[in-house]
């Protein structure tokens, strides 16, 4: 069985940074893409960043092209997420998801971990 646990998250001032990381169990996780969500208060989940199963590419939500980045260590089985210039409005709980099927193209995500609350103060 697929477990994904997010760590990482906590408190931080405007422009500040965290790294978020996604350690998975029950399979590796080279061969799979990878991707962030996160769900502010009172709105929905929403796309925050993938990387492919080969961590040749990855792609990210608009609001946070240049500040956060994606990364796997498949020798460690994890996934990080560094997010630099942390802004208020990336206040959210973080999701880490991953597909069922290796090789995918990183657009079905069949399991979720249970998320990592960051919060960025003004």
């Known amino acids: 069985q697929v477990q994904l646990v997010e760590s990482g998250g906590g408190l931080v001032q405007a422009g500040g940074s965290l790294r978020l990381s996604c350690a998975a169990s029950?399979?590796?996780?080279?061969?799979?893409?990878m991707a962030w969500f996160r769900q502010a208060p009172g709105k929905e989940r929403e796309f925050v960043a993938r990387?492919?199963?080969?961590?040749?590419?990855?792609y990210y939500v608009d609001s946070v092209k240049g500040r956060f980045t994606i990364s796997r260590d498949n020798a460690k089985n994890t996934v990080y997420l560094q997010m630099n210039s942390l802004k208020p409005e990336d206040t959210a709980d973080y999701f880490c998801?991953?597909?069922?099927?290796?090789?995918?193209?990183?657009?079905?995500?069949?399991?979720w971990g249970q998320g990592t609350q960051v919060t960025v103060s003004s």
């Open positions: 990387i492919s199963w080969s961590g040749s590419s990855t």
């Open positions: 029950g399979r590796t996780v080279s061969n799979y893409a």
């Open positions: 998801a991953t597909e069922k099927n290796p090789y995918g193209s990183g657009s079905q995500w069949d399991y």
